[in-house]
């Protein structure tokens, strides 16, 4: 499981004391910030996120926002499920970091699938999306893992196959461990789908 060990070395006590901070601020879903991004236009909010990567070239447009003053990283949002390819492809969040701020040396440590709360002002609104830098971030300790995106793709197979016991199993696997809730939640909703097709099968097959 990952932990905040690996950011605690760029500045982690630092960023661990203002977690009291982020209490006091209103929380966003990335979905609805993405959907209307002018209604956040100014303000700081908590989001959470699961680090993709860092990203190490960018079009700023007209935006603030160059490879000079900034580091990037894409982030998938809590309402994208990493066993969906569109979803795997397509990380919806980019979160910028001044150089040399205490941000961007954390950022810098955070490893792939850590899940993040994150502290950020919607600076900008430009080409429809917003424009996120980020103040400050903890890990939560609780992401999507990749033998639970792996169990979760290899089920989500099986079902296509109509293989339903096979899908249950591989739902059972992928649900160990900690993950987002969301994440809990849908791979649960899978797994009971393919319970009841297991079931039905195996009731007319009597």
Not at 20 to 37: I, K, M, N, R, T
Not at 80 to 85: R, Y
């Amino acid at each position: 499981m990952l932990t905040w060990a690996a950011v605690a070395l760029a500045g982690g006590a630092l960023l661990a004391h203002r977690r009291v901070a982020f209490e006091d601020l209103p929380q966003a879903e990335l979905s609805g910030l993405y959907g209307d991004p002018q209604e956040y236009l100014g303000q700081t909010l908590r989001i959470q996120v699961q680090v993709e990567g860092e990203l190490t070239q960018w079009n700023p447009f007209l935006t603030r926002f160059g490879e000079r003053d900034y580091r990037a990283l894409r982030c998938w949002s809590d309402s994208q499920f990493l066993w969906q390819p569109e979803d795997w492809d397509a990380p919806l969040a980019l979160l910028f970091a001044r150089r040399g701020s205490e941000a961007e040396a954390a950022l810098a440590k955070l490893p792939k699938f850590t899940h993040c709360e994150a502290l950020v002002s919607v600076r900008q609104v430009f080409m429809g999306r917003p424009w996120l830098e980020v103040r400050s971030l903890v890990a939560l300790g609780d992401s999507i893992q990749e033998g639970s995106i792996l169990h979760a793709s290899r089920a989500l197979r099986w079902a296509e196959e109509r293989r339903w016991s096979a899908a249950v199993d591989d739902f059972e696997r992928a649900l160990v461990g900690p993950m987002p809730e969301a994440a809990r939640r849908e791979l649960r909703r899978l797994r009971d789908v393919a319970r009841g097709e297991l079931d039905s099968s195996s009731s007319s097959s009597r």
